[in-house]
T-cell receptor, first 110, second 111 residues
Framework: LAKTTQPISMDSYEGQEVNITCSHNNIATNDYITWYQQFPSQGPRFIIQGYKTKVTNEVASLFIPADRKSSTLSLPRVSLSDTAVYYCLVGLNRDDKIIFGKGTRLHILP | NAGVTQTPKFQVLKTGQSMTLQCAQDMNHEYMSWYRQDPGMGLRLIHYSVGAGITDQGEVPNGYNVSRSTTEDFPLRLLSAAPSQTSVYFC??????????FGSGTRLTVV
């Protein structure tokens, strides 16, 4: 299992860029890194996935350094609607237990 | 294409009662799993299945049973409900490299 560690909570303000870093020191060679977003009373939904360097989509960017032992989810110009819990997962490609953990509770302030 | 369907959406049980939470998917995904989420907590894996006929335990399996007789269905059984099982339950599926697809959840209260 690839264990991940991320901050329990973060606060930011509308219009700011938010970066959430996840540590995954025992990531395996073939593991991808995936981030999910969960709003209250809903199941998590996929945000972005990457293997190395940088991935960008319409919602976020994902930065992965060369050693792949960490990753950073970047949310540009956040709004109140970005208030949610964000989960970092490693190794979704495996047929194995996938542990979500507690995620990072992001609170956007006006 | 309904995705992942969980029933019921809400349920109140008395301590000691048994019930089955249903999860059905129409995406032909091999991997299915059950999570529970308590207030302010993340998702904790209860049981998972990598295909029909194969199940395994997650982080918190005690008090729950599962079976996977078909690809489509992955029911979660509470054998004798306890107040500690009050939670929101999510069923999720995935296929290979694709990400998870979650159901809308079942909110269970045990009194």
């Amino acid at each position: 299992l690839a264990k991940t560690t991320q901050p329990i909570s973060m606060d930011s303000y509308e219009g700011q860029e938010v970066n959430i870093t996840c540590s995954h020191n025992n990531i395996a060679t073939n593991d991808y890194i995936t981030w999910y977003q969960q709003f209250p009373s809903q199941g998590p939904r996929f945000i972005i996935q990457g293997y190395k360097t940088k991935v960008t989509n319409e919602v976020a960017s994902l930065f992965i350094p060369a050693d792949r032992k960490s990753s950073t989810l970047s949310l540009p110009r956040v709004s109140l609607s970005d208030t949610a819990v964000y989960y970092c997962l490693v190794g979704l490609n495996r047929d194995d237990k996938i542990i979500f953990g507690k995620g990072t509770r992001l609170h956007i302030l006006p | 294409n309904a995705g992942v369907t969980q029933t019921p959406k809400f349920q109140v049980l008395k301590t000691g009662q048994s019930m089955t939470l249903q999860c059905a998917q129409d995406m032909n995904h091999e991997y299915m799993s059950w999570y529970r989420q308590d207030p302010g907590m993340g998702l904790r894996l209860i049981h998972y299945s990598v295909g029909a006929g194969i199940t395994d335990q997650g982080e918190v399996p005690n008090g729950y049973n599962v079976s996977r007789s078909t690809t489509e269905d992955f029911p979660l059984r509470l054998l004798s409900a306890a107040p500690s099982q009050t939670s929101v339950y999510f069923c999720a599926t995935r296929q290979g490299w694709d990400g998870y697809t979650f159901g809308s959840g079942t909110r269970l209260t045990v009194v």
